[in-house]
């Protein structure tokens, strides 16, 4: 009985939270009709985002450079010629790791930041004060976030792609011993466009994600300082998931039958 | 007009509207007083669509707020300026910009009217140096005020002022009274007015009206209230510790009131 009632409560709550989000979306894509409410606002938080994300995006891009030529040496000892170093590369980095490492530590970085923002603003009425002036905060403070992370995720995890495969450039030479012309080769070998328009899509859908949460737990944020703590863990969790889901299904619906 | 008609509003299993009825006339300046906790801010949110009711209407201007559609509700709330309880400004912003959130959005005015018109709303309020200041730098006291002026800067029809004197020095407070009664006077703003201090609203009042348990326990003139025979409205006006004690402090009823909140289970219930 009591595990039913549980239960029931459980799906009641799954539901009506589905459904606020399911609204809260449908508000926000409306706002993303107004242009002119959104758009300076947008320009500010590009602004913001890509210069709280650039450093990071950047650490994360020349270690996995560096790794990834490592490992890759380590896997072909010698059965495959070394230049496969190249290719391996640039595919993991251009298809998978720029895109997922730097959306997960953006997820972190840019979700908690958005979510703690807005959660304060809730708290201490400041959300109210916006919509007796007037303003939509879904216009005024969720769309200049999203459209912010759509367009600077991709901008960010490009220049990951380009950093980290120059660290493993530089590491094939200075630590394997590899000629230039020789990593070049194996990365052009097998090089496609679609590597790094499938990685930045990948990336625009990550930052979608990330600061969609980050607004809606931000913005549903309740009582005090403990609230936006909340909310703020909780934007990381979800969009952390969220990325993984999204990685899973490009690849099942986009990347999977090319070959 | 501002119309409550049998207003009921619960969050979770906490009734905080039960019935409640109010009118505010042009013109007026309607002051709220209660306990704290009685639910004088929620009352006063759902006038500009903040909370909706879960049942009962609220009207401004024979508009209905709840069912007004957006655009509708973003154009009525252009004409009433609400006062934050605890001023609520925007701390990314300087004060100016705060101030000025309003007239930007109307879009109706050149930027160099926009800052007339800031400078002029901070100097109501006895703030004419903060423009470049950010709210942290402000004391409580001061972004209160700044929160005053960033409603009266829109000129609005109606003005609702949540505990706009409550933790003010008694000099400031008078300012604040004197802006609101002047505001009602010159400008004829129709106001509606949440405050503790009976004295402030013995001042500023055309009506006064008592919310308790809900529902609006008496409303009537200044004289009214200073008369009424109903006990529990005396003991909040004159802030005894009980229903039937004596009076805390008849002098200075202002400060007495915040033992009036502790009181309550005491004697009212
Ligand atoms: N958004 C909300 N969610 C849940 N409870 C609320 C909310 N707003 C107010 N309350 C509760 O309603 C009651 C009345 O609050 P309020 O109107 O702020 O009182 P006051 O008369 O002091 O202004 C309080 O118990 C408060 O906790
Ligand atoms: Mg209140």
Not at chain 1, 28 to 44: I, K
Not at chain 1, 83 to 104: D, H, N, Q, R, S
Not at chain 1, 141 to 158: D, E, K, S, Y
Not at chain 2, 74 to 85: K, T
Request: hydrophobic content about 45%; some cysteine; aromatic content about 8%.
């Amino acid at each position: 009985m009591n595990v039913i009632e549980a239960t029931g409560r459980w799906v009641r709550f799954r539901v009506e939270e589905a459904g606020r989000a399911g609204r809260f979306l449908e508000e926000a894509a409306l706002a993303f009709g107004s242009v002119r409410s959104w758009l300076p606002n947008a320009t500010l938080q590009m602004r913001r985002l890509g210069v709280d994300s650039l450093p990071i995006g950047l650490l994360i891009a020349v270690f996995t450079g560096i790794v990834l030529a490592l490992l890759a040496s380590y896997s072909f000892t010698g059965a495959v010629p070394l230049y496969f170093v190249g290719t391996l590369v640039e595919k993991t980095i251009t298809l998978e790791l720029a895109p997922v490492l730097t959306g997960l530590a953006l997820a972190g970085r840019v979700g908690a930041n958005i979510a703690a923002e807005l959660g304060t603003m809730r708290v201490t009425e400041q959300v109210d004060a916006l919509e007796t002036l007037a303003y939509d905060p879904d216009s005024y403070l969720v769309v200049p976030r999203v459209v912010a992370g759509t367009i600077m995720f991709p901008l960010i995890v490009g220049v990951a792609m380009i950093v980290g495969l120059g660290a493993g450039w530089l590491a094939s030479i200075g630590l394997l011993h590899l000629s230039s012309d020789e990593f070049l080769k194996g990365a052009r070998m097998f090089f496609s466009t679609f590597d790094v328009e499938y990685g930045l899509v990948k990336a625009g859908s990550f930052g979608f994600a990330v600061t969609l949460i980050g607004c809606y737990k931000g913005l549903r944020a309740r009582g005090g300082a403990e609230g936006v703590g909340n909310a703020a863990t909780q934007a990381v969790v979800y969009s952390a998931v969220m990325i993984l889901v999204l990685d899973a299904f490009w690849a099942m619906t986009w990347l999977h039958g090319r070959s | 007009m501002i119309k409550w008609v049998d207003v009921y509003k619960a969050f979770g299993e906490k009734k905080v509207l039960d019935g409640f009825t109010l009118d505010v006339h042009e013109g007026e300046a309607v002051v709220i007083i209660g306990y704290s906790g009685a639910g004088k801010s929620v009352a006063i949110k759902h006038v500009v669509g903040l909370l909706e009711p879960d049942r009962g209407t609220v009207e401004v201007d024979d508009n209905d707020v709840p069912t007004l559609p957006r655009k509708e509700l973003y154009e009525l709330r252009a004409h009433i300026g609400y006062v934050f309880q605890f001023a609520a400004l925007f701390d990314s912003m300087t004060i100016g910009d705060n101030v000025a959130m309003g007239l930007r959005k109307r879009g109706e005015m050149s930027e160099s009217d926009i800052a007339h018109r800031v400078a002029e709303a901070l100097e109501l309020v006895d703030l004419p140096d903060v423009q470049h200041q950010y709210p942290a730098e402000l004391s409580g006291g001061m972004r209160k005020r700044v929160g005053i002026a960033r409603a009266v800067a829109l000129r609005p029809k109606y003005i609702l002022y949540d505990e706009p004197t409550t933790g003010l020095d008694p000099v400031t407070s008078a300012v604040i009274d004197e802006l609101m009664i002047r505001m009602r006077e010159k400008l004829g703003v129709t106001s509606v007015v949440i405050t503790h201090d009976m004295r402030s609203a013995y001042r500023v009042g055309s009506r006064i009206a008592m919310l308790y348990d809900g529902r609006v326990r008496q409303v009537g003139t200044v004289e009214e209230i200073q008369h009424t025979k109903d006990p529990i409205v005396r003991q909040f006006i004159e802030g005894r510790a009980t229903l039937e004690g004596d009076a805390a402090s008849l002098a200075a009823p202002g400060p007495a009131f915040e033992s009036g909140a502790t009181a309550r289970g005491g004697g009212a219930e």
